[in-house]
């Protein structure tokens, strides 16, 4: 079975600028969750999508957005970009809403705002 | 809100040696779930193990192992003859079980390093 596909891998993008990130959850899994890994912050969640629906929201502004199709498969959207948001982007995958089934990361795309 | 505090930034181990990570959580929840993930240089996070708060028995995969204290709010990573390959970031993470979703709350990190 593939594994969570995140694409691209390497972005660099102007201050200012929007991008958009992708993300293959596994075949089945229905639950997919973004994070933000930093070296300041450590790793922060941003948002959980369920069957289409966002479930769960991190403290992040509103210019971070995501959703996710009926076939599972997510993006996430960065408005304005600015230097701040340079980080590494992960997305996680799971088959259930709940319970002790654990995440599966992807590699993750690495943001550079210039 | 849950924090989760992993108080060892680094730490290394001689090849074949243990080491243990330690871990704690700050949560008013009886029934929640945790987990390690490694995360070596190619950046995927990777599962270790996890544990259900409510079971008691503390859980093991092969070579690794975990300390579980509830009361303590205590979670510690445990690897045993360690590999070279067991070098990476090793995070702690919280998880709420109930119906609140999969958000996962980690801890800031430890730096393994593994000397031969």
């Known amino acids: 079975k593939a594994g969570v596909t995140q694409t691209p891998r390497y972005l660099i993008k102007t201050r200012g600028q929007q991008v958009t990130l992708s993300c293959s959850p596994i075949?089945?899994?229905?639950?997919v969750s973004w994070y933000q890994q930093t070296p300041g912050q450590g790793l922060q969640f941003l948002f959980e999508?369920?069957?289409?629906?966002?479930?769960n929201k991190g403290n992040f502004p509103g210019r971070f957005s995501g959703r996710q199709f009926s076939n599972s498969r997510s993006e996430m959207n960065v408005s304005t970009l600015e230097l701040g948001d340079s980080a590494l982007y992960l997305c996680?995958?799971?088959?259930?809403?709940?319970?002790?089934?654990?995440?599966?990361f992807g590699n993750g795309t690495r943001l550079t705002v210039t | 809100a849950q924090t989760v505090t992993q108080s060892q930034p680094e730490m290394s181990v001689q090849e074949a040696e243990t080491v243990t990570l330690s871990c704690t959580y700050d949560?008013?929840?009886?029934?929640?779930?945790l987990f390690w993930y490694k995360q070596p240089p190619s950046r995927q996070m990777i599962l270790v193990i996890r544990q259900e708060a409510y079971k008691q028995q503390n859980a093991t995969e092969n070579r690794f192992s975990v300390n579980f204290q509830k009361a303590a709010k205590s979670f510690s990573l445990k690897i045993s003859d360690s590999q070279l390959g067991d070098a990476a970031m090793y995070f702690c993470?919280?998880?709420?079980?109930?119906?609140?979703?999969?958000?996962?709350?980690f801890g800031g990190g430890t730096r393994l390093m593994v000397k031969p």
């Open positions: 949560t008013s929840e009886s029934d929640y779930y």
């Open positions: 996680a995958s799971t088959p259930y809403g709940t319970g002790i089934s654990p995440l599966h």
């Open positions: 999508y369920f069957s289409e629906t966002q479930r």
């Open positions: 993470a919280y998880r709420f079980p109930n119906n609140a979703g999969n958000m996962l709350t």
């Open positions: 075949s089945g899994h229905r639950s």
